[in-house]
């Protein structure tokens, strides 16, 4: 059985965890089929956006504990590290890849689950979701870049009170402090709305935005200026500014092919 449903429309593709009976917890090979549909949206020419979110009531509780625990009590690091070198490979892939990545958080998003949600270019939640780094109620550490993601969004001092206690956030105060970009109530139509918006977009410079917004985090402001002018002369030499600004000009929707 296949643990993650992936299709694409529209320019969209929407990558489903499918484990609702336990709340979409990483298990078996749900990690390698994650990364698979990730990559291969990545290099599918069709696709200008993706969407992550998760079937039934949950978006990712996590780690399975019943599998962690076996490789806990057997002492089975070897295997406990494949997980780890799992989970490492999602979170770059979603940040280093040029197309733009949803989050539709349409449940509970723990641990793990928190932490690829967190990964993602943009945030939208459901009115009934909830965040929290849960690591420590298990008596473990957080991963899936967790450490580097959080404190980015809320700051240093909120994350470290999230991690430390593994509290879970309902969607409300996710919002307030930053970890999620907007609730709504109806997620499925907000997420097709957003995701088309951005697929019916120009790719190249979209993707360079990713980029940069990515690279300011470490750039100073002259290197962030460089960086700039290289996107925007890149956009500007493309097929695509000269449909954008035809379209300007004749009052009509502009078609961006990614040329």
Aim: proline share 3%.
């Amino acid at each position: 059985m296949s643990f993650i449903n992936s299709e694409t429309q529209d320019g969209v593709a929407t990558i489903t965890l499918n484990r609702p009976d336990k709340l979409n917890a990483f298990g078996g090979t749900m990690r390698e089929e994650l990364l698979d549909a990730l990559r291969a949206a990545e290099t599918d020419a069709g696709v200008r956006a993706v969407v992550v979110t998760g079937a039934g009531r949950a978006f990712c509780a996590g780690g399975d504990v019943d599998f962690m625990s076996g490789l806990q009590k057997a002492g089975d690091e070897t295997r406990f590290r494949k997980l780890l070198d799992a989970g490492r490979e999602i979170i770059l892939t979603i940040v280093e890849m040029r197309k733009p990545v949803i989050a539709a958080v349409n449940g509970v998003a723990a641990g793990a689950g928190c932490n690829l949600a967190l990964a993602c270019d943009y945030r939208l939640a459901s009115e009934q979701a909830k965040l929290g780094e849960t690591f420590v109620r298990i008596g473990l550490h957080p991963d899936w870049g967790g450490t580097w993601l959080l404190p980015r969004l809320v700051g240093p001092s909120r994350a470290f009170e999230l991690m430390v206690t593994g509290r879970i956030i309902d969607a409300a105060e996710a919002l307030q402090i930053g970890m999620v970009d907007r609730v709504v109530a109806d997620l499925p139509t907000e997420t097709a709305a957003l995701a088309r918006s951005i697929a019916n977009g120009p790719p190249l410079p979209i993707a360079d935005i990713k980029r940069a917004l990515r690279t300011s985090e470490r750039n100073e402001l002259r290197a962030q200026l460089d960086l700039e002018s290289e996107h925007q002369l890149r956009a500007f030499r493309s097929q695509d500014a000269a449909e954008g600004m035809a379209a300007f000009f004749e009052k009509r929707g502009a078609s961006f092919q990614g040329m």
